[in-house]
């Protein structure tokens, strides 16, 4: 069995990272952080870099005629988290099993801005198994959905075109999809909330009688398409937590090769090459953990019956627990390494920290994670 990356998987890399590197430099990034209401931004994401994006066929790989798996999204999303790319591309991705389900009547959704609106304030976390969430969708006698309830902790939410809603039905949980361009009356309120990582807005949305369009109210179907989704979005994340703990290695090697102290380059102390060393370590251990996961989820989708589905649930999870804290370790190493410049403000030191900070905690923190896989080799 071979789980190398393909040769086209290989060059899609490689293109990534050059069309990133153009076009998210560190005085872009800052200027999509720190002026989120500047022309042609959308809450920190960049709205012509989507359009680029779109133009590539990069924003729904695997979509259903996207022509790609799971893991051409996998070394989009490392690269992504490698650049803080200014656009909703990880929302996206765990947005697809959700639209692929609706098939032909929503044709051309996946290419558009989408965010994924699962937790609730009192609710289960962010793509918890638990999805007995409060939000109701009632079907009217005019054929009509409308959801009424409040969503938080939505990711890219103020860049978003679309929100894909996860709502209780009387027959259990529901997936829809709300509008957010052409909204109607009533309309859904917004609410960007004040949270670390200013390159990724974080949202709420209260809904009261708003139409929806059903992609997945049936039992089964929603079953498979909220466990897909959750898939999607631990190793996703884990895959961007990749990327940000690459750049920090990176960031700390260049430095410490360069850098001279007392005479010396400071990579020449034990203190700082051990250090380094360290952050390569944890930071390939949750690459192959990440890998691994991606592969999984790929398989799942595309050949279900030759993986375990537990397996790849917990997959997922160990390389979320792992990725998560390699990337805070990678940017706490990296803001001591680079000294006084890497605690300045013009740096984008403190921004990958904070991703990394904010990667680590969303859809469930380290020891959430490693609770699901111990329980799951237990129980066998």
Known sequence: MDFAFSDDQIELRAAAARLFAERVPPSRLHALADEPDSAGAYGGHDDALWAELVRLGWVAVSAPDGGGTFLDDAVLLEESGRALLPAPLLSGVIATPALAAAGAALPATPTRRTAVAWAELRGPE??????????????????????????????????????????????????????????????????????????????????????????????????????????????????????????????????????????????????????????????????????????????????????????????????????????VFACEAAIQILGGIGMTWEHPAHRYYKRALANRTYAGAPAVHRAAVAAALLDR
Request: charged share 20%; net charge negative.
């Open 126 to 327: 962010a793509f918890a198994d638990d999805a007995a969430v409060s939000c109701a969708a009632e079907h009217g006698p005019d054929g009509i959905w409308r959801l009424t309830g409040t969503k938080s902790d939505i990711c890219d939410l103020g860049a978003a075109e679309q929100v894909v809603v996860v709502a209780r039905t009387p027959e259990g949980p529901g997936v829809f999809l709300v509008e957010l361009t052409t909204r109607g009356d009533p309309a859904p309120v917004l609410g960007l909330l004040d949270t670390t990582d200013g390159t990724r807005r974080i949202g709420q949305l209260v809904l009261d009688d708003v139409v929806a369009t059903a992609l997945a109210a049936e039992s089964p179907s929603v079953a498979t398409v909220l466990r897909a989704m959750r898939r999607r979005a631990l190793a996703g994340l884990a895959l961007e937590s990749v990327g940000v703990a690459q750049w920090a290695l990176d960031t700390a090697s260049s430095h410490a090769g360069t850098r001279e102290q007392f005479g010396r380059v400071i990579g020449t102390y034990q203190a700082v090459s051990h250090r380094v060393a360290d952050v390569y370590v944890q930071t390939e251990l949750a690459r192959s953990l990440a890998y691994r996961a991606a592969w999984y989820v790929s398989t799942a989708e595309t050949e279900p019956d030759h993986v375990d589905p537990a397996a790849v649930d917990s997959a997922c999870s160990a390389a979320k627990a792992s990725a998560g804290q390699a990337a």
